[in-house]
């Protein structure tokens, strides 16, 4: 008798407590059938904490004394990839392009109860099979007798939600805030030769982005619209292998500049270089980047051209390469004053401008210097910029993400 009441007791409370979740009982306690959240480790990425900055103009930029006023700034804990993009990181997107068109032209595409279409990635590409065709080079156009995709085929669109315009114009519909583009996504393989008049660099064309021994270099001939291509299929990618969590990632974007100078200086506030010092050499004399040395002497420091996204050693937040290599698109729009007006928590300027617009609204800013670039171009207060639709030999990216907490089991 005594071990049926306890039985009865024990299946009352389960009752009970089955039942809170889904019937009022008088109580505040919230909605309590909520998704767990136990934080995000990406792979690739370290975190940067969250802490303030000094920006101003450096030693060096005299010119810009009057224009780039000191400020300080708060920027939000963040995480970042701790190498550039490489030509492999960057490879996983062409490929999964060239298999999703591939995959569509094959009608390999089911759709799920509440309409939505996905590509069956389960099914076997027979990249001979004719309805292919089209995304090879055909007739005059086939070099050598060579099979080979047009790479012009490759193109992705892309969304972004403008949430600036969202919050000033709240009378509007929520498509007039959804933006979409579509791009080319494959590298501009041609810089190498565009870039350097009277130059020989045939062979960086025909194998930098192609050749395996070029894998772990980062990615160049890649516009500021293609990185954003990328930044949007990354977030797709990891939130499509998270759902079943019901929750998704924050977005995986461009850093904004003032996040890239943070990040650049490792926690040493005022350092001009990511090593912290004032010198370009370590005490053994040996140079500590990947950048143009003297008059022109380029393998002094290792490299000819790029080197290897992890090569130097990395800054105290244990990032590679955030001086040298390969300048780095930022998601910030360039404009001289900007210091003068940012605000200073999480100072942002960004600028959507159409293809029609006047060029001087199509500068992005650039950040950290590269292979070609002189020493001035290293510093981490360094603004430079170029046009969002061009491609260079010298300006590659890499990721950030908003860090939003962990659930305090994981602590």
Request: aromatic share 16%; glycine share 8%; proline share 4%.
């Amino acid at each position: 008798m005594e071990k049926l009441l306890k039985s009865l007791i024990v299946l009352i409370v389960l009752v009970v407590i089955s039942s809170c979740g889904t019937r009022q009982n008088g109580q505040l306690v919230g909605v309590l059938d909520r998704p767990s959240w136990k934080g995000i480790n990406p792979y690739g990425m370290v975190y940067v904490p969250s802490g303030t900055l000094h920006i101003g103009p450096s030693d060096q930029d005299v010119a810009n004394t009057f224009v780039q006023r000191p400020k300080t700034i708060s920027i939000q804990g963040f995480y970042m990839d701790d190498t550039e993009i490489t030509n492999n990181e960057y490879r996983q997107f062409v490929y999964w392009v060239k298999d999703s068109i591939a995959h569509t032209m094959l009608d390999h595409i089911y759709e799920d109860d509440l309409g939505n279409e996905y590509v069956d990635w389960d099914y076997e590409i027979d990249w001979t099979d004719e309805t292919l065709e089209d995304m090879f080079y055909q007739g005059d156009d086939k070099f050598a007798g060579k099979t080979e995709i047009d790479v012009e085929q490759l193109q992705y669109e892309f969304q972004w939600y403008d949430w600036q315009k969202a919050a000033h114009d709240k009378n509007s519909s929520r498509t007039a805030h959804i933006k979409r583009e579509t791009v080319k996504i494959y590298p501009d393989t041609l810089v190498w030769i565009r870039d350097f008049a009277y130059s020989y660099n045939e062979p960086m064309t025909r194998n930098y982005f192609w050749h395996p021994a070029f894998d772990d270099y980062p990615v160049v001939g890649v516009s500021w619209e293609m990185a954003n291509a990328f930044s949007y299929w990354r977030t797709k990618l990891w939130n499509s292998y998270q759902a079943e969590n019901g929750i998704n990632s924050e977005d995986f974007r461009l850093p904004t500049e003032h996040e890239w100078e943070y990040a650049a200086r490792g926690g040493h506030d005022m350092a001009p270089f990511p090593w912290g010092g004032y010198y370009i050499r370590n005490a053994k004399g040996c140079l500590l980047a990947n950048f143009k040395p003297g008059r022109g002497n380029y393998p002094e420091d290792g490299g000819l051209y790029t080197v290897k996204a992890d090569a130097y050693f990395p800054n105290d937040y244990g990032l590679y390469n955030m001086a040298g290599n390969v300048a780095e698109w930022t998601s910030s729009a360039y404009h001289e004053n900007a210091y003068s007006f940012l605000h200073d928590l999480n100072p942002d300027m960004r600028y959507d401008a159409a293809d029609d617009e006047s060029e001087a609204q199509k500068r992005k800013v650039l950040r950290g210097g590269s292979w070609k670039d002189i020493m001035f171009f290293l510093q981490t207060g360094t603004r430079h910029w170029e046009y969002q639709d061009t491609t260079k030999s010298y300006v590659g990216f890499r990721n950030a993400l908003t860090f939003l907490g962990r659930s305090v089991n994981d602590f």
